[in-house]
């Protein structure tokens, strides 16, 4: 847990309390959820037998068993202990995946040790990212390659702006700041361009990918998890009649596999210098 107590303390309380313990319980929704754009992530990590992979953010290790089915072997890091936990319960058997309770910013890992970095939506929440990203530069090998899936702006990403109106309640939510840490700090390739070179990367670029995301079986089902994930955003009050308002406009998004809301995310890709 090198330099957690130091850095992205607010993430590591979140991660290690309750968002830790909701995605826990969750970990096969958040798979389905984002399960459209696992092909295109995958393929532009192009993982070779030979490579050696880091897997920043990993939560509950899906990515990295997927990266371990063509890689020499892979480490999977998260700040939650939770998270790992579970990761390591889903891999056991699997002898060339190993994980760690580490914060990437700072995490001392060995230079020049991996071929590949992935991140599938983990790599937002840096205190430091010019930092963080520089230190995953670092354990890449000269010529290793960087691989991150990272949302589009929210004005661009249906589900979340359809699930905050209704959540607001004729309230004005602020949107969260560009710069900070959170779910949106990648969206905006003026910023990530910038942020990757001064981390020392090079050819960046990114690429704009839409795929219908996955919230639930029926809308009662993907009310309550909306509801759940979005909690705080809900006046108490107000619940009852967001729930119903959600499954309402979910009903109206029902597909064959379930509900689904257009989404909008960026591959990201870079390389370290050879």
């Known amino acids: 847990m090198t330099g957690m107590v130091e850095t992205n303390v607010e993430q590591w309380k979140s991660w290690n309390g309750d968002d830790g313990d909701f995605w826990v319980e969750r970990a096969d929704r958040l798979d389905e959820g984002i399960a459209n754009y696992m092909e295109p992530f995958l393929a532009a990590a192009a993982i070779q037998p030979t490579d050696h992979v880091l897997d920043v953010g990993c939560g509950t290790g899906t990515t990295t068993r997927e990266a371990a089915a063509c890689a020499n072997e892979v480490l999977g890091v998260d700040l939650s202990g939770q998270m790992i936990a579970l990761a390591r319960q889903r891999s056991a058997g699997l002898t060339n995946v190993r994980f760690e309770q580490a914060d990437a910013q700072v995490h001392p890992f060995a230079e020049g040790e991996f071929d590949v970095a992935v991140s599938r939506n983990g790599s937002m929440f840096f205190e430091d990212p010019v930092a963080a990203f520089g230190n995953i530069r670092r354990a890449l090998k000269p010529g290793g390659r960087l691989v991150l899936l990272a949302w589009q702006p929210m004005d661009d990403n249906v589900w979340l702006t359809t699930f905050r109106g209704i959540m607001a309640a004729g309230r004005d939510l602020p949107k969260p700041p560009p710069d900070g840490a959170h779910a949106f700090s990648l969206s905006d390739p003026g910023r990530v361009h910038p942020l990757l070179d001064k981390a020392g990367f090079q050819d960046v670029r990114m690429t704009a990918l839409s795929k219908p995301m996955y919230f639930g079986r029926d809308p009662g089902d993907a009310a309550e998890f909306i509801a759940g994930q979005f909690a705080k ?32 995310s960026w591959l990201i890709q870079a390389t370290h210098p050879s």
């Open 233 to 264: 955003l809900i006046e108490p009050e107000r619940r009852a009649s967001v729930l119903a308002a959600l499954r309402t406009d979910m009903a109206d998004h029902m597909t064959a596999r379930g509900v689904e809301y257009d989404s909008a």
